[in-house]
């Protein structure tokens, strides 16, 4: 470090400087290395010494950002995780040639001069006159340092990276002073180390370990002549050498390195020549780190937790707090990902829906009474090739799902039947249940204004056998559409908001649900998160717990580690033990009777409800044990694919359900989650019989019983919205082999009064 005199002077290092300063930087140093004319330097001497002046004395440095390590409930790695791709590494683990390139091409003169070069600046300061712009810059690598110690401190803002690298005098200034402190404490071997492993190279690797690693995989202290060359000639312009995408140009820039290398003597002519005559001899590896190198495909969880980092408060009040801190890493991320329950999850996708297929299928497990996330994959794996997505069909937009979640069918069902069993209807509630029918109309809703059915718009169900009356346990079983839309009529539709609101079940884009009586029918798109964390209310005898991903965090500061807080689960009361008790009894009729027996488990209780919406472009399965809570969605994340005639993992199917094929991916997945586990039951409680004067409804021949009606989602039409971005589409059928009903319903069926525009499933 440099020191003051006694009596307060300035050292002879600061004194150079600050001559450097006035003699130097309003003149030459700055016109040669910033500005393409004489005429932009607006500055008199005095105030370029005067902003040298008052710069601080002292680079703060910050580290530079480190690994991340995702653990999952057990300890077990997931991934990796960093802000940067960089690995540290001594000068000595650097190849000499390595070494020798990089000073080469960037500051021949690297070893004889201080802070600046004052024979680079004026042989810049020539070419850029003559060129009458630009052409050539003399920052020493020193300087470069500085710089780049700007942009690792800037992170991912491009605004503050603008500024980090901007041709602009006050810059140079700045760069220039810390260039003196940095030659002043460090010294030329170590300044080059630490440029060695802060600079870019190009496709994600920061730093020449990276570097190394991803264009030849190998260690940097093991670069060849050629290899070396070929790096440092990528550093003036990753993008414009990139010897992945253009290879030719790269060769021309690497040539040019081995010749600059031969005219400073560090390598002999004909040593240039046969280097130059080299192949690039590329051996490109994928990155070793990040959530799509996730273990147990916990990718899509990975990505997850990344977003709750980034969105919660707790870690940090601005977004761009938490972003510095995700971004410095060094942490420690121990999950709720139980390694059993996402081995269970993936292994019962991959042998139901295979990734080429059509369709794509998501699934998510919760632990009831906690919220913890436990399971979550995808039939389509994470990544950027064909058959492979980064949208997480798990989870709503904000936390990178798709823009509207997935229309849920007559998996909504259970949120009216609570909603009204809260109300005071009793469980063996009674409705006429026709075949057809208008839409009741008016409708009371949580203010003062009616949905009103304005053109006597009407609905069915799927088969002309399945009419009433029903009570509700029959209904339940069948998904019969026209006993729950009289059931919404008769509570009214402020009950189901406030239900909905209870279980936090919203839109896939975060949307609350509109006041209509299409809800009824599952015509929303939701996430299956959202799903399979509203079903464990059910699963917890009413306790509705939000969902949570993370356990605990800690933080390594230089050689300190510290713990930080993290997101708990919020629990509250969504219902009374009572309707919980009856609905678990409900949606056990499903799957004992109904239409989700292929779902049911035959060796603890369970419960569930099947969903398929119009034209079958989403399946659904919702289920739950006493200690476990699982969502399936099979679908075209585009809404474009009808599941008729349609082979989906090696299975051809006529027609795809909601008990057909997310009903066996749900038993798979938690048959292995539950192995070993324990099987607790539900709280027992007696449904009042069924009319005994009344049948059961038609089944399907194979006990899957008869569908839930149609129609067309939001008012999207059918919701293409793009691949992978998963418009809302249609709500609509459920349950057996039945052909779609042939009736339309107008888009402005639920418009009313209200104008909430949505039409019914």
Not at 81 to 103: G, H, N
Not at 306 to 330: H, I, L, Y
Not at 726 to 753: H, Y
Request: charge should be neutral; hydrophobic fraction near 35%.
């Amino acid at each position: 470090m440099s020191k003051k005199r006694s009596g307060g002077g300035l050292s002879p290092v600061q004194q150079a400087a600050k001559f450097l300063g006035v003699s130097v930087l309003s003149g030459a140093v700055l016109a040669g290395i910033a500005l393409p004319a004489f005429g932009a330097l607006g500055l008199a001497a005095k105030g370029s010494v005067d902003s040298f002046d008052e710069l601080p004395a002292n680079l703060k440095t910050p580290p530079l950002s480190q690994r991340t390590t995702i653990l999952d409930a057990k300890g077990g790695q997931i991934a990796t995780v960093y802000s940067r791709d960089r690995t540290v590494v001594e000068l000595k683990d650097v190849s000499p040639y390595m070494q020798k390139a990089i000073v080469a091409i960037e500051d021949s003169r690297f070893y004889q001069h201080g802070a600046v070069d004052l024979k680079g600046v004026l042989r810049a300061l020539n070419k850029n006159v003559q060129s009458s712009g630009v052409a050539e810059g003399a920052s020493t690598l020193t300087q470069q340092y500085v710089k780049n110690v700007f942009v690792e401190e800037a992170g991912d803002d491009p605004t503050k990276v603008a500024q980090a690298t901007q041709q602009t005098l006050g810059r140079k200034i700045r760069e220039l002073k810390y260039a003196i402190q940095v030659e002043e404490e460090l010294g030329k071997k170590k300044i080059l180390e630490n440029y060695l492993n802060i600079t870019f190279f190009g496709q994600q690797a920061y730093g020449v370990e990276a570097a190394a690693q991803r264009y030849f995989s190998k260690s940097a202290k093991d670069l060849t002549l050629a290899q070396s060359a070929l790096l440092a000639g990528i550093v003036q312009s990753p993008s414009r050498y990139d010897p992945i995408n253009d290879e030719a140009e790269a060769t021309k820039r690497r040539n040019i390195v081995l010749q600059r290398m031969a005219e400073v003597g560090d390598i002999s002519r004909a040593e240039a020549a046969k280097a130059q005559e080299e192949k690039l001899g590329l051996k490109v590896s994928q990155p070793k780190n990040g959530c799509i190198t996730a273990a147990k495909g916990a990718s899509f969880f990975c990505k997850y937790v990344e977003a709750v980092f980034k969105s919660d408060p707790v870690f940090g009040k601005t977004k761009e707090e938490r972003a510095k801190v995700w971004n410095q890493g060094g942490l420690t991320i121990k999950t709720t990902l139980d390694p059993q329950a996402q081995d269970s999850v993936q292994a019962s996708l991959k042998d139901h829906v295979y990734k080429s297929d059509k369709v794509a299928a998501a699934a998510t497990l919760v632990e009831p009474g906690t919220g913890k996330i436990v399971g979550m994959g995808q039939s389509k794996p994470y990544g950027y090739g064909k058959n492979e997505t980064e949208i997480n069909y798990s989870v709503g937009y904000g936390m990178g799902g798709s823009n509207y979640g997935f229309p849920t069918g007559s998996t909504f069902k259970p949120f009216v039947a609570a909603a009204a069993l809260e109300e005071g209807r009793p469980a063996n509630q009674e409705y006429s249940s026709p075949y057809q029918m208008e839409y009741p109309s008016p409708v009371q809703t949580c203010d003062s204004k009616p949905w009103v059915n304005l053109n006597g718009e009407k609905l069915e169900n799927e088969s002309e056998s399945e009419k009433g009356p029903y009570r509700l346990r029959k209904a339940m079983e069948l998904s019969v559409n026209t006993y729950f839309v009289q059931m919404i009529s008769d509570i009214g539709l402020c009950p189901v908001v406030n239900m909905t609101n209870k279980l936090q079940v919203v839109q896939g884009n975060g949307d609350k649900l509109p006041e209509v009586p299409a809800i009824a029918l599952g015509s929303k798109g939701i996430s299956p998160l959202t799903m399979a964390t509203a079903y464990a209310a059910f699963a917890s005898r009413g306790m509705y717990c939000t969902p949570v991903a993370i356990e605990s965090i800690t933080q390594r500061v230089a050689q300190q580690r510290k713990s930080l807080e993290v997101p708990k689960s919020t629990c509250s009361r969504a219902m009374s033990e009572t309707t919980a008790d009856t609905v678990n009894q409900l949606l056990k009729g499903v799957v004992d009777s109904g239409t989700g027996q292929t779902a049911g488990l035959s060796d603890r209780d369970n419960a569930g409800k099947t969903g398929t919406t119009d034209s079958r472009k989403n399946a659904w399965f919702v289920g739950y044990t006493p200690n476990l809570s699982g969502a399936v969605w099979v679908g075209s994340a585009s809404q474009k694919v009808e599941m008729k005639n349609i082979t989906i993992g090696g299975q051809y199917n006529d027609l795809v359900y909601g008990g057909k094929v997310p009903g066996p991916i749900w038993k798979d997945a938690m048959t292995g989650a539950l192995a070993g586990k324990d099987a607790p039951g539900f709280n027992y409680i007696q449904l009042p019989p069924d009319n005994p004067d009344r049948g059961n409804g038609d089944g399907d021949g194979d006990g899957n019983g008869n569908g839930n009606g149609n129609g067309n989602g939001n008012g999207n039409g059918d919701g293409d919205n793009g691949d992978d971005n998963g418009g809302q589409n249609n709500g609509g059928t459920d349950g057996g082999a039945f052909p779609d009903p042939t009736f339309s319903i107008p888009e402005d069926l639920f418009q009313g009064n209200n104008g909430n525009g949505g039409r019914n499933g």
